[in-house]
């Protein structure tokens, strides 16, 4: 095993781990679900309230484990697979970050959705944008459109001004701590307008590698 499944199984287990410790000071309706405004609109069993998210984080790590070794372009995934495993490693600690404010909220401990999820997703979008800037071009990772497949030229060019965009995605989902009730609004629209503007942009430079 890579040093990165070896911490990423480490992590579910802690999941698990924690999630037992817990389980019997919860209740049997634990709060699940929060509104905008961070107040909770939803409720779940007690087992699953614990063991949901640690099961997820099972399945997720079968499939991020997977796709490297699937990928038909998997020799390119290597060539920035120290990137890709940063990402995934990150994105396991912010889902168990998310697990232990779960807990946290049902015993008590009231710490708002919409301080936890800019501040993880903040920093997980701005490593995305590290991720693009040195992302080589394969089927599962990365900005991937009919045009940046298409093409190694577009896929860099995309990938270099995408990396940069998302840095700036994840600068900007920080605020919302300052302003939790529109955490929702900081979060989302930086992404959707990276998302469009990189698109777009893909599409006008392979049309101009085929001029």
């Given at each position: 095993m890579k040093k990165s499944e070896i911490i990423i199984l480490g992590l579910i287990l802690l999941?698990?781990?924690?999630?037992?410790?817990?389980?019997?000071?919860?209740?049997?309706?634990?709060?699940?679900?929060?509104?905008?405004?961070?107040?909770?609109?939803?409720?779940?069993?007690?087992?699953?309230?614990?063991?949901?998210?640690?099961?997820?984080?099972?399945?997720?790590?079968?499939?991020?484990?997977?796709?490297?070794?699937?990928?038909?372009?998997?020799?390119?995934?290597?060539?920035?697979?120290k990137y890709y495993d940063g990402f995934i490693i990150l994105f396991f600690?912010?889902?168990?970050?998310?697990?232990?404010?779960?807990?946290?909220?049902?015993?008590?401990?009231?710490?708002?959705?919409?301080?936890?999820?800019?501040?993880?997703?903040g920093f997980l979008f701005f490593y995305s944008g590290i991720l693009c800037e040195n992302a080589k071009r394969n089927w599962f990772i990365g900005i991937r459109t009919p045009w940046t497949l298409s093409n190694d030229v577009v896929w860099d060019?995309?990938?270099?001004?995408?990396?940069?965009?998302?840095?700036i995605a994840g600068v900007v989902a920080l605020f919302g701590i300052f302003f939790q009730k529109y955490t929702l609004f900081f979060i989302l629209a930086p992404v959707i307008l990276v998302a469009a503007y990189t698109i777009i942009y893909s599409y006008v430079e392979y049309q101009k590698e085929k001029k």
């Open positions: 999941s698990f781990i924690i999630g037992i410790y817990f389980y019997p000071q919860m209740p049997e309706r634990m709060a699940s679900h929060w509104n905008l405004q961070g107040k909770v609109d939803g409720y779940i069993s007690k087992f699953w309230g614990i063991f949901l998210l640690p099961f997820i984080l099972v399945g997720l790590a079968l499939l991020f484990v997977a796709i490297p070794r699937i990928d038909p372009l998997k020799a390119n995934i290597e060539k920035f697979r600690v912010f889902m168990l970050s998310i697990h232990f404010q779960v807990i946290l909220w049902n015993i008590g401990i009231k710490i708002s959705p919409n301080v936890i999820l800019p501040i993880g997703l060019k995309t990938h270099k001004i995408g990396g940069k965009l998302f840095k």
